[in-house]
């Protein structure tokens, strides 16, 4: 089963990148995806984290 934290994080993470790009609430597009990204972390598994920690490293540069 996939862990469904994960797929909000990755998809919270794609709508941060899309509104930076279309410049519509891209701050709060970022924090939303960072509350993702933590919450997923504590219930994924080492290469869950491995990714989330490359999504991270995505917010981070929008940021």
Not at 41 to 56: D, G, I, M
């Amino acid at each position: 089963m996939s862990n469904p934290l994960f797929q909000q994080a990755r998809n919270a993470v794609a709508s941060a990148k899309q509104a930076c790009n279309t410049g519509e609430n891209a701050q709060t597009s970022i924090d939303k995806a960072k509350n993702a990204l933590s919450s997923a972390y504590a219930n994924s598994n080492v290469e869950e984290q491995k990714q989330l920690h490359a999504f991270q490293d995505e917010l981070n540069r929008l940021s």
